[in-house]
């Protein structure tokens, strides 16, 4: 933060050209630059199926590579404001390529779609994002809903943030509010507690429940209160995606940003709940 350079990678499908649009509604609010971002599978993904000869591979992934580029240099040329637009055309395997041009460039964001699709959208991630989103050191923003979207219709009005009381969380918070202060938007911290079980063949105890959230929001709140903060607070309890997203749509957030934990442990760098919460959420999630 600052927002000053966003890294926007495109395969030219209208979920790629959603993305760029979010990234240009970032530029427009924030400045800075975007970076386009294409890269081309090496001739072997594409065309190693094929029982053609060394030179015939050649001409083909040639002939692929000047299409990309017009592709590429054409690629909202009319809704992108030329000053501020990088144009990069790359070969390679595409997410360790977007990794490491996001690390080589220093960007401060990385904005894609995720590449679901139609009933079963909800359950896929593009192998790419998930990979991007795994190895990725700088926030992601990426959600199953960019699309159909113009630049002037993107609102950031409100940003709800998923803290799980660990240490990690206070990376995300920060991020967050930074964020939410630079684009002069109402902040709220959204933490979920899973419900709690009662004995077998008893139900949960409710007061025992509202107990736990209530001492959630304390500890939430003395949080807050020595970082010099004040934000509302929304607690719940159940299954924690589905939790969480219910009650940042439920506030009306725009966005909503997620800690993707460390990069050490069992767990990888994408704790076990982020994926769920990119698939279901609303609005956009930025994963910290």
């Given at each position: 933060?600052?927002?000053?350079?966003?890294?926007?990678?495109?395969?030219?499908?209208?979920?790629?050209?959603?993305?760029?649009?979010?990234?240009?509604?970032?530029?427009k609010r924030f400045g800075g630059r975007i970076t386009l971002l294409h890269v081309l599978p090496p001739p072997h993904y594409e065309f190693g199926a094929m029982e053609v000869g060394g030179s015939v591979l050649e001409e083909l992934f040639r002939s692929r590579a000047e299409q990309a580029r017009k592709d590429l240099d054409a690629f909202?040329?009319?809704?992108?404001?030329?000053?501020?637009?990088?144009?990069?055309?790359?070969?390679?395997?595409?997410?360790?390529?977007i990794v490491k041009t996001a690390h080589d460039l220093g960007v401060s964001l990385i904005v894609m779609p995720t590449h679901g699709y139609g009933t079963f959208r909800r359950f896929i991630l593009g192998s790419v994002t998930a990979?991007?989103?795994?190895?990725?050191?700088?926030?992601?923003?990426?959600?199953?809903?960019?699309?159909?979207?113009?630049?002037?219709?993107?609102?950031?009005?409100?940003?709800?943030?998923?803290?799980?009381?660990?240490?990690?969380?206070?990376?995300?918070?920060?991020?967050?509010?930074?964020?939410a202060q630079e684009a002069g938007a109402s902040?709220?911290?959204?933490?979920?507690?899973?419900?709690?079980a009662g004995a077998p063949g008893e139900p949960a105890d409710p007061e025992w429940q509202e107990r736990m959230e209530a001492a959630a929001r304390e500890e939430i709140r003395s949080m807050l209160g020595r970082?010099?903060?004040?934000?509302?607070?929304?607690?719940?309890?159940?299954?924690v995606p589905e939790t969480v997203c219910r009650l940042a749509q439920d506030w009306g957030a725009d966005l909503l940003v997620i800690g993707r934990g460390s990069a050490s442990g069992v767990l990888g760098r994408l704790r076990a709940h982020a994926y769920s919460i990119i698939r279901q959420s609303h609005c956009p999630v930025v994963s910290v």
């Open positions: 933060m600052p927002l000053s350079h966003v890294l926007a990678p495109v395969d030219f499908s209208e979920k790629s050209e959603c993305a760029a649009r979010y990234a240009a509604a970032l530029q909202l040329a009319d809704e992108l404001p030329p000053g501020s637009v990088d144009r990069l055309l790359l070969e390679g395997d595409p997410a360790a390529k990979k991007v989103l795994h190895d990725a050191d700088c926030p992601v923003w990426t959600g199953v809903h960019m699309e159909a979207v113009r630049v002037e219709d993107v609102r950031l009005e409100k940003v709800a943030v998923g803290v799980d009381l660990r240490s990690e969380s206070e990376r995300t918070l920060m991020w967050a509010r930074r964020f902040l709220a911290l959204v933490h979920v507690m899973p419900a709690l970082l010099g903060w004040e934000a509302p607070v929304i607690t719940g309890s159940g299954e």
